[in-house]
């Protein structure tokens, strides 16, 4: 898995690349409304880009992660329906409600099912390269979504921002894996309850939670400022658990709303001492950058809890199991 971490600077670039073609068969006309229908780590690349977009987007970007669409799904929406293997169950059957309200639409994956109804349905497809994880193709799944936006000026900057943060993944990442090592030695035998300074990085977390639970084969908790700070703190006041540690992840003060950042040092103080801190800086000069640098130091720190706990990173023996339950 390690290896498919260091390749996010290449399947970002490439991505970018493979989308170009597909989206440039698209009306340029700009979406009222803009759905991203996608599970588990194909789905996490709509979380990011609606963190990306929240602050400045005229367009609403939501994503589904159910069998049921949203019931203002209508004209005037696009969506980007994404499954990796293309077999996913639940985005097959949001295909077939999608074209039930003729929503225009575009599919990204690597192949089966889905490419098949898109083809059939002289839908565009952006094909991915096949024999990944579904969580370790985000770069491809990303850039995808990403040069989408870009096409409709939701993200102008987003060229230059993306081969921006790849060079900065190149310089950074061997500073990047010390630290993420060093990090997984004291979160190995732990509980970690992750905070993100900011509900557009709120997405990060997220990532950061699924990539914990999939490659370590940990529990993880995941919540945002300023929500947490009217429920969640409240369940320190009286204590607990001696395997709870908190890991903050920091965008910089650049990108973080004051008030955000004054309730965290606030918090800290309330906080019980024994519980340890730990914190994961954001590089990088712009906003794109900060999620591909929260993205890969949290996808590092994931394997290397898989290697400091002795197990495979590769295989999710439960989901496997579901869906052969499932049928």
Sequence with gaps: MLPLVRQIPDQL?????????????????????LLVCGMGGSGISGDLIRGLLLHTSPVPVDVV??????GWVGEGTFAAVISYSGNTEEVLV???????????????????????????????VIEVPTGYPPR???GYLFSGLLRLVHYWGLYPRAERELFAATALIRSRIAKWEAQAQSLAESLKDTFPVIHCLGQRFSALGYR???????NAKMLAHVHTFPEMNHNEINGFEKGVDDRIVLVILDPGHDFCHPRNRRRAEIIDKMLPRSVPRFSIQAEGASLLERFISLLVIGDLLSVYLAQA???????????ERLKKELG
């Excluded at 992660?65 to 949203?70: E, G, I, M, N, R």
């Excluded at 002795?310 to 989901?319: E, Q």
Aim: aromatic fraction near 6%; proline fraction near 5%.
């Design 13 to 33: 670039e490439d991505g970018w690349e493979r989308a170009g073609a597909a989206i440039q068969t698209l009306s340029g006309d700009v979406p009222r409304s």
């Design 65 to 70: 992660k159910d069998y049921t669409l949203p």
């Design 94 to 124: 949001l295909w077939d409600a999608l074209r039930q309200h003729k929503v225009r639409r575009i599919a990204i994956s690597s192949g089966g099912k889905l490419t098949e109804l898109a083809r059939s349905d002289d839908v565009a």
């Design 136 to 138: 370790a193709s985000i």
């Design 208 to 214: 950061l939670a699924c990539e914990i639970n999939e």
């Design 309 to 319: 706990r002795g197990v495979d990173p590769v295989p999710v023996n439960f989901i």
